[in-house]
């Protein structure tokens, strides 16, 4: 996400190379939304990464509503900041 600026969503983490030889404390009963955090230029500088239940049923437009509130976030957070927040 970090290095293509694109969302990444997963429904089933027992079906994802990335997840599948972790050892993940939640165990594989969630599904992760990934988004990419950008400055004011649009450039990609961090990930906000979010876990929900496997119950829960997020359509495309969910998707893209928590994509805008992470986008709306990072405006806030960063407001008139050139430089990037301290860790």
Do not use: W
Not at 25 to 52: E, Y
Request: glycine share 6%; charged share 20%.
């Amino acid at each position: 996400v970090y290095q293509t600026g694109q969302p990444y969503y997963l429904r089933d983490p027992r079906e994802d190379p990335l997840f599948i030889h972790q050892n993940i404390a939640l165990g594989f009963q969630f599904q992760f939304l990934s988004l990419p955090l950008r400055d004011k230029d649009g450039k990609t500088f961090g990930v906000l990464n979010i876990h929900f239940p496997i119950e829960a049923v997020l359509s495309s437009q969910d998707l893209e509503r928590l994509s805008q509130l992470a986008n709306r976030l990072m405006a806030q957070l960063m407001g008139p900041r050139a430089d990037p927040l301290p860790c």
